[in-house]
């Protein structure tokens, strides 16, 4: 359907907003049948929900001129502050080109080598027939790679346990009502929640605010991405404030390690339950005949790794609000609209995905390329996430180097129910044993 052509519909604010709370994911589904663009209040704001993936991808491929991050977002500035999730215009275009070197090929060996490593270290203390917290566990690995790569070794056990836990935290915050409230919350309210946020934050500002310190007193050349922004100059000759270089640490340490983390632990509970497609995994990193490396082909692994980011995409909603009055589909949207583009709604829809929209179908991901807005896991245009091919090949040398070694079964075979925070995360723990394979 082209954008003139879109059908609008309207939703009972409270009964939008009730639905909401019990279930977003199933929410944003169910919008999609009355209309492509529909018209509610949830939780006292004014919305508009986009359920056409030719909308979708007109709203995030839009001009920085047009659309900003919307409010509830940029509540968020205590974690990021103005880093490259919440920058707009002039500001997010400097930081991006300051940025991107880090993110250039040349680096990706270096991060390989790390990614590795850490696979390696956590499968070993894996011992055969454990009972692992999968949700855990991966959380703690991909945390480490996001250190060394940010820091190299700059921060040990204790600190990285101390970052990990102050994440938790904070997720525990956004995921919560408290965290979408129509009227901000003053930092002095005595709520538990509130206060364990805010020292959240403070206890990651000093972890970072040291390691800048030492790093900038210390004249040694740096290969990790602290160094990167260190050393960054914009076409003025000018660089990153310590400011600048804590709000791009803090988005680069969420982003890069819980969105992996999340993918990992839905891959894993969907090949545990599918034992075919597992198989076919294992056949591909078996034919290797030593153990992964950078740069190795591995369609199997790439297809299984897009459809878990289609079903159980960890950025389950994105959301932008129009700059001034605009017309969208060919109907009016005001300025300060909250529009929400669900890459969780789109990824499950039947009018592009077929009839088994819901099913884990990797060869999907084989026989054909998705319609154009209809697959987003990491957002679309310029905006697209600057980590996400970081992401995606931590997540095949992880999921390649464990299915050459061990079988991670999840105990139930079932998906786990997920919280929704900034992302979709586990609400509770994702048991699995672990099994050798043997010969492997």
Known sequence: MTP????????????ATLSFVRDPFAALERARDHGDLVHTRLLGWRSLIVSAPALAHEVLTGSGDTWHKDRLTK??????????LLAEGAVWRRQRSMINP???????????????EEAEAAQAGWAEGARIDLAAELAAVTLRIAVRTLFG???????VA??????????DFLASALASSPLPLPRWLPLPLLRRYHAAIERL??????????????DSEGHDLLAMLLEARDEQGSGLGDVEVRDQVMTFMLAGHETTALLLVSALVLLGMHPHERARVEAEVDALGRPVQLGDALPRIDAVIAESLRLRPPAWALSREPTHDIVLGGHPVPAGTIVVVSPWALHHDPRSWGADATAFRPDRFVDATPP???????????????GSRFAEMEARLLLARWAQAVRLDPQPAVMPKLLPSITARPAGPVWARVRARRGA
């Open 4 to 15: 003139h052509t879109a059908s609008v519909g309207r939703l009972n604010a409270l009964r």
């Open 205 to 218: 500002d000093r972890v970072v605010a040291e390691v800048i310190t030492a790093r900038r007193r210390d």
């Open 372 to 386: 154009k807005g209809a697959y987003f896991p990491f957002g679309l245009g310029g905006r697209k996430c600057i």
């Open 162 to 171: 101390e970052v990990g836990h102050a994440f938790t935290e904070i997720s």
């Open 75 to 84: 509540r968020t500035v205590d974690v990021f502050g103005d880093g490259l």
């Open 102 to 116: 880090g993110f250039r090929h040349a680096r990706y060996e270096a991060y390989a080598q790390v990614m590795l």
């Open 153 to 159: 070794r700059g921060l040990d056990d204790a600190r």
